[in-house]
C-alpha cells in the first residue's frame, strides 16, 4: 500500500457540501416520507444538476420531479419538502420587477412589524387581493407570519402557526368581502360572472395560504434544523390519509382520482380472469393422459375455469363522520358496475332506502345531492341505527339474495347503544355467497363505547379495517 493510498483512507470518504449536499439530502426527505425514491433515483437526481439552470427555480423543481414521483399522489410531499429544501429566494420582486424591501409598509403607511394594526393589514389584504397583485401577496403572507404567527422557540409545531395565524386573518372572511365589492362596482352582474370572480379570489387565496405556510416551514427549519421540522410537517400520500381527516380539497381530489383508479383495478381484474388458475381437477382426463407415460399423471387436466361476476349488495351508514367514506365506497363501486353482473345500493342513517337509481347517471356529485335531499334516510332522530336499518333490509330485500350475490356492510358499526339485531347478519350469511364490514374505523377502537363491531363480525364472513383510499383499492381489488 503506497503512502498516498493510506492518506487517502485515513481521511475518510470526501465531504459533499452545497446544492449536492442538498439534493442527497432531499431524497432522503423524500424516502423518509414514504414517496419511495430508490438509489437510482438519488443518482438521477444528482446528474439532472447538469442539465438544467439552478437558478431557475421552477426548472429545477419539476426536473427533480421527474425523476424521483413516480405515482400522482407523491407530488404533494414532494412540493411540500422542495420548499423546505430549496425555498424561494429572500428578494422578491414587485409586479414592476423592482426588489421588495423586507422593511417596507403597507400603501397606507401602516409599519409592518412591531406596530401593525390589524385592520389596517386586513384592508390592504383585501385591497391586493381584488388587484391580483401576486408580489404583493407574497410580501403581506410574511408580514402575516411575522405578526401573527410568531415562529419563535422551539415549541409549538408547524400546524400550530398556521392556526394562529389563519385565525386572525380569516380567509373566508377575506372573500365574501372581496365578492361584495366587487359586485357593488358593477351595474349588473350574471351569475357566470360571479362564479368567475369567485373561482378567481379562491385561486389568489389558495396562493397566500401556501405562502403562509411556506414561510412558517421557512423560519421553523431555520431555527430547529431542516431534518427535524420535515419529519414533522410532511403530510403522507392522499392514498394513505384517513377518510376521517380529509379536508375539502382533498376530498375534492380524491374523487378526481377515484375513477382513474376504477380503470386499473377493472383493468387488473379482467387479467386475473384471463390468466387465472383452470377449474377443478378434471380425474377422468387426467387418468386417461396418464396411461401413455405409464400411469404417472404427469400432465394433470382440469375442468374449464368458469368465472362468475359476482352480484353486489351495499349497505352504506352515511350519517356523520363516515359519511365521506361511505360515499367514496359508493363511487368506487358503481365505477366498477362492468365487474359486477349487479349493483346495487342501500344507504341509511337511522332508516334504510335503496338509493341505487340516484347514481344510474354517473354524475356522482349530483347523484350526492340527489341521495341526501329525496331518499328516506331519518325516521326518528337522525342518530346511526344499525339494528333498525339492518332489520328493514332484510324484511324488503333478504328474499332478493342469491348464493352469487355478496352483502358489503360499510359503517363504524357504532349503534348509539340500541338494538343490535344481528340475526340478521346471521340470516344473511347464510342466504348469500358471503357477508363483508368495512370499518373505517383504527381496529383498536372497535368494541369501545358504543361500538358493537364484535357482535356484527360474529356473523360476518370478514370484517376488514379500511381507514383510507388504499386500503379500499385493494380490498375492492380482491373482492373483483
Request: aromatic share 8%.
Amino acid at each position: 500500500m503506497s503512502d498516498r493510498l493510506a492518506e487517502v483512507l485515513a481521511e475518510g470518504p470526501p465531504e459533499v457540501n452545497g446544492v449536492l449536499q442538498r439534493v442527497l439530502d432531499f431524497v432522503q426527505a423524500l424516502r423518509r416520507a414514504g414517496v419511495g425514491t430508490a438509489l437510482s433515483e438519488g443518482i438521477e437526481a444528482v446528474q439532472v444538476l447538469k442539465h438544467v439552470d439552478l437558478m431557475q427555480r421552477p426548472q429545477l423543481r419539476e426536473a427533480l420531479a421527474a425523476v424521483t414521483v413516480k405515482t400522482p399522489t407523491h407530488r404533494r410531499a414532494f412540493d411540500d419538502l422542495f420548499e423546505l429544501y430549496f425555498p424561494a429566494r429572500p428578494g422578491d420582486v414587485d409586479h414592476a420587477g423592482r426588489p421588495l424591501d423586507p422593511d417596507a409598509v403597507p400603501s397606507d403607511g401602516t409599519d409592518t412589524r412591531d406596530d401593525l394594526d390589524p385592520d389596517a393589514y386586513l384592508r390592504e389584504l383585501i385591497d391586493r387581493l381584488m388587484d391580483g397583485d401576486d408580489a404583493a401577496m407574497r410580501q403581506l403572507a410574511r408580514m402575516a407570519v411575522d405578526q401573527f404567527g410568531r415562529v419563535e422557540g422551539r415549541d409549538g409545531g408547524v400546524s400550530w402557526f398556521q392556526y394562529r395565524v389563519f385565525r386572525a386573518v380569516d380567509l373566508d372572511q377575506l372573500l365574501r368581502e372581496a365578492m361584495r365589492r366587487r359586485v357593488e362596482d358593477e351595474d349588473q352582474v350574471t351569475s357566470l360572472q360571479e362564479r368567475l370572480w369567485r373561482d378567481e379570489f379562491e385561486a389568489r387565496l389558495r396562493a397566500f395560504r401556501d405562502e403562509v405556510e411556506t414561510e412558517i416551514r421557512r423560519r421553523a427549519s431555520a431555527q430547529r434544523g431542516i431534518e427535524q421540522v420535515a419529519n414533522r410537517m410532511t403530510r403522507p400520500p392522499l392514498e394513505e390519509v384517513d377518510f376521517f381527516r380529509l379536508s375539502p380539497q382533498e376530498q375534492a381530489e380524491m374523487r378526481r382520482q377515484i375513477r382513474p383508479l376504477a380503470r386499473k383495478l377493472a383493468t387488473r381484474a379482467a387479467v386475473k380472469r384471463r390468466h387465472g388458475k383452470d377449474g377443478r381437477l378434471d380425474v377422468r382426463r387426467t387418468v386417461r393422459k396418464s396411461l401413455a407415460s405409464g400411469g404417472v399423471p404427469f400432465e394433470p387436466s382440469f375442468r374449464p375455469r368458469r368465472p362468475h361476476k359476482p352480484e353486489l349488495y351495499a349497505i352504506c351508514d352515511v350519517s356523520g363522520s363516515v359519511a365521506s367514506f361511505a360515499r367514496f365506497t359508493l363511487m368506487l363501486s358503481h365505477t366498477l358496475q362492468d365487474q359486477f353482473s349487479k349493483v346495487r345500493s342501500f344507504a341509511f342513517v337511522d332508516t334504510l332506502d335503496e338509493v341505487t337509481q340516484y347514481f344510474a347517471t354517473g354524475d356522482f356529485t349530483e347523484a350526492v345531492k340527489r341521495m341526501t335531499a329525496e331518499a328516506d334516510l331519518v325516521w326518528f332522530d337522525g342518530h346511526s341505527d344499525y339494528g333498525h336499518s339492518l332489520k328493514r333490509f332484510h324484511e324488503e330485500y333478504a328474499n332478493e339474495l342469491t348464493p352469487r350475490s355478496t352483502v358489503l356492510v360499510l359503517g363504524d358499526a357504532r349503534n348509539n347503544y340500541r338494538q343490535a339485531n344481528a340475526w340478521v347478519l346471521q340470516d344473511l350469511q347464510r342466504r348469500a355467497r358471503r357477508v363483508l364490514w368495512l370499518n373505517p374505523e383504527p381496529k383498536q377502537y372497535w368494541g369501545t363505547g358504543d361500538s358493537i363491531a364484535a357482535t356484527y363480525a360474529r356473523w360476518c364472513d370478514e370484517m376488514v379495517e379500511v381507514r383510507n383510499l388504499k386500503q379500499l383499492a385493494g380490498f375492492v381489488e380482491r373482492l373483483t
